[in-house]
C-alpha cells in the first residue's frame, strides 16, 4: 500500500457558474497537525481545481473528491440501458460527458441533462422525471444506486441516486461535473478503483462526506458542522488537532476539513482498499472509498 505524505479533501459543487461557493479544499499532512483550507483567494472555479491537480499537487498525495466517479450499472447492466450508444466503462463515459457538454461553460453539464435522449434518466426540476429514472423492480423509489451506495447504507448513510439532480442533498450534478474534470486530466493521476492503486505517486478517490463525519462519531442524520467548536470536537475524535477560529463556519469548509483529517488515518486501514462488492464494479462504477 503506498504511503501518502498528504490528504487533500476537495468538496465539489455542481452549480453552473464560474465559482461555485460550495468548493471547499483542505489539507492534511501525514506528519500530523490540524487540517488547513486551501485558499484561492476569490474562491474556487471547477477549472482551478483542474489546474491544481494537473501542475500544482504535491507529490505522494490522496485527494478525495466528494462526487460520484460514475453512474449506476450494474442494476441494469449498462449506464443507460436500451440506449445504442450508452458506454461500456465510467472512463468511456467521462469522455462522453465531456463531448456532449464541450459547450458548456465552467466544466459544467447542462448539455448532458437536457440531451433529447439521455434526459430520459434523469430527474430533473420542476417535476421532470425521465421515464427511465428508476430501475425496473427496485425495492426503493429514491433512483438507481451503484453497488457502492447500496453499501453506504450499511453505515447509516442516505445516500442518493447521481441521477438525481433535484433537491438539497442531490449530487447528480456534482458529480456531472466533476466527470468531465476527470476526463480532462487524461490520466495523469490514477482514480481508484477505476485505475489500480500506484504503489507510489498521487491518486484519486471518491469520498462521501457523511463517511468521515460518522467515524468522527456524529450521526449519519446530523452529519453537517456549522461552528469552529463542533469542527474541534469531531477533530479530536479522529486524533487531530484542529484549526484555529470560534464561531460559525460554513458547511463545505467543515466537511473538507475533516475529511482531510479522516483520509489521513483511513489510507492506512487496508481493508478500505479491498471491499467486499467492488470486484466486479470497479470499472464501470467506481467506488465510494470508505464505504464496506
Keep these: 500500500m503506498p504511503r501518502f505524505r498528504h490528504f487533500l479533501a476537495v468538496d ?7 465559482r461555485p461557493g460550495g468548493i ?14 486551501v ?17 500544482d499537487l504535491p507529490d505522494d498525495t490522496l485527494v478525495g473528491l466528494d462526487l460520484g466517479i460514475s453512474l449506476p450499472f450494474a442494476d441494469c447492466g449498462a449506464f443507460f440501458p436500451g440506449w445504442a450508444d450508452s458506454p461500456p466503462d465510467a472512463q468511456s463515459l467521462w469522455a462522453l460527458i465531456d463531448d456532449i457538454c464541450a459547450g458548456d461553460p465552467h466544466l459544467s453539464a447542462t448539455s448532458f441533462v437536457d440531451h433529447p435522449e439521455l434526459s430520459a434518466y434523469f430527474r430533473r426540476h420542476n417535476g421532470r422525471e425521465g421515464a427511465l429514472f ?23 448513510c442516505k445516500p442518493y441516486s447521481n441521477f438525481n439532480l433535484v433537491g438539497a442533498a442531490q449530487v447528480g450534478k456534482s458529480s456531472l461535473t466533476g466527470m468531465r474534470v476527470l476526463h480532462r486530466l487524461d490520466g495523469r493521476i490514477p482514480v481508484w478503483p477505476i485505475d489500480r492503486l500506484p504503489a507510489t505517486g498521487s491518486a484519486i478517490v471518491e469520498i462521501y462526506t457523511t463517511i468521515p463525519a460518522v467515524a468522527a462519531g456524529r450521526r449519519a442524520g446530523t452529519s453537517k458542522i456549522r ?17 484555529t477560529g470560534s464561531g460559525s463556519i460554513d458547511d463545505h469548509s467543515a466537511d473538507a476539513l475533516l475529511s482531510a483529517a479522516w483520509m489521513r488515518i483511513a489510507a492506512g486501514d487496508e481493508t478500505l482498499w479491498k471491499p467486499e462488492k467492488i470486484e466486479h464494479v470497479a470499472q464501470t462504477e467506481g467506488w465510494t472509498f470508505g464505504a464496506p
Excluded at 24 to 37: I, K, Q, S
Design 12 to 18: 465539489w459543487s455542481g452549480a453552473a457558474t464560474e
Design 227 to 243: 461552528s469552529h467548536e463542533e469542527l474541534a470536537q469531531a477533530l479530536s475524535a479522529l486524533g487531530s488537532a484542529a484549526p
Design 39 to 55: 485558499d484561492a483567494g476569490r474562491g474556487w472555479s471547477r477549472e482551478d481545481v483542474l489546474a491544481l491537480l494537473r501542475e
Design 134 to 156: 428508476h430501475a425496473p423492480g427496485a425495492a426503493h423509489r429514491r433512483g438507481r444506486f451503484r453497488v457502492t451506495e447500496e453499501r453506504q447504507q450499511l453505515l447509516g
Design 24 to 37: 471547499a479544499m483542505a489539507l492534511a499532512h501525514a506528519g500530523g497537525g490540524a487540517p488547513v483550507l
